[in-house]
């Protein structure tokens, strides 16, 4: 009984800080984002608020808070405030098994830093994250008005096309792994000393074109598209129930994919990788902790990475979208497949 | 105990949306209700141990094919979606025998399954090899045959819902001499 409760305090411990981590990095993340986006315009973004404007997501949740609640006439008042939670919860859900590190000794008791190590962690990780799906298409319906429609719309078109092709570009990591849970594929990356970018880039372009796709973010943020459906579905929405889309579908959701992509790529939680010799590790000196500090390093990185893209690229059409979808990214993703079939062998030993 | 308390609570929940379902008379949240009785069912496979066919659940009726619906009823006008008089009510009544038939043939399969494994001998299997491992070695082994007749069966209904689906191939023909 007394390694029960043990259990269930380390679970509490690792949820409080997952939420912590999803909520407030994701907060702290708008204010990464438009330094990033304000340097990229070569203007000095926020200044005003802190030190470099570093308290400003407060005084941005402070002024969403204080807003006036507007509701659209005839929109449906259950559906939208549905939409908020079915927003909120599968990309938090997502978190539960993004490994943050190695397995460590903490007053005698094994942790694992992974909330759930289900042995499907990566379908999981695609199935919470098309529910984001739904929080668009009920938010666009229930807003009663034409811009959120077309907008929920229009993420369907993309959603659909791009979750197939997801799903086929991580095959070749899966296929090298040979597990779908999410701690094993970064050991078996460690065992194999070998990062799966190195044999599969192809697969990698086409899971961060997917990333982009389900972040709803430059080029493919057709359901927001500000020229043209002014916010897309968030038209209707106001202070913070406005705030928590952009807050989740941005910046939670982008943080767990790309710590995904970190896993599934990068190795997760291991060093510099040379392939098939060995990890180097310039972070030596922090012992313990430098696993921790490599997965949050890559994860900021790639995250930095989709930044810059969002603030360069110009748009999509929402058929030329498909049709990368559907005629580049899949057969794409098929030949690559065939490829690591033929190479796994090598792999494995 | 802990196991039987979350069974019991995906279950209520499954069975009020299923109710949800039959009764509410809005198309929307018709498909929500759905919508919370799949993620439940889900919820139940996952609370037995059954963590690849919860993911799938998941992945394919929740996400995949109930998203369809959703847009298929918010994309109707709305008078058409409301009117209740276009029910099929008489075909609704014959068909009752053949549902509760199916019911019963469920049981029987699911008896049969206890049978099967009395002593829980594939739950063993499931904890050694694990889960995606077992149904994979199942279904390309002693299943293969019917695997591959389902995807000859899949792939022609989706030729024939692209034949049904494409009527601008007759308004070609009329417009090229």
Redesign the interface.
Known sequence: MHSFWVDLLVALIKMLVILGVALGVGAFLTWVERKVAAHIQRRPGPMVVGWHGLLQPIADGLKLMTKEDLFPRYG?K??YH?AILLALVPAVLVFSVVPFGPEFELFGYKVRPILSD???GI??V???G??A??AI??A??ASNSKYP?IA??RK?GV??SY?VVITFAVMGPLILAG??STYEIVERQIEQKLWYIWLQPVAFVVYMFAVLAEMGRVPFDVQEAEAELVTGFTVEYGGMKFGLFPLVEWYVEGITLSAIAVVLFFGGWSPLNVPFVGFVDPLFFLGGLSPFVWFVLKTALLFGFILWLHWTLPRYRIDQITQTAWKVMLPLTLANIVFTALIAPLVWR | MGRLVIFGLFSLLAVLSAVGIITLRNP??VV?AL?SSLIAVAGIFFTAGA??V???Q??IY???IA?FY??VV??VPWEKAKKTESHYRFEGIVSLPVVLFLYVEMLVVFLLGVKASPKGEIRRFIEEL???EVVGAVLFSKYFLAFEVVSLVLLIGMIGAVLIGRKESQTYEDDTP
């Open positions: 449906d259950f559906l549905l289900v042995n499907v379908l999981l695609f199935a919470f098309s529910m799906v739904y298409a009920l666009g319906w429609l929920s719309m369907a959603l659909v979750e597990t779908l | 929307v949240y929500v919508l963590e690849l919860g993911a799938l998941l992945l929740a996400v995949a998203v959703i847009f918010s994309a694990g889960n995606a």
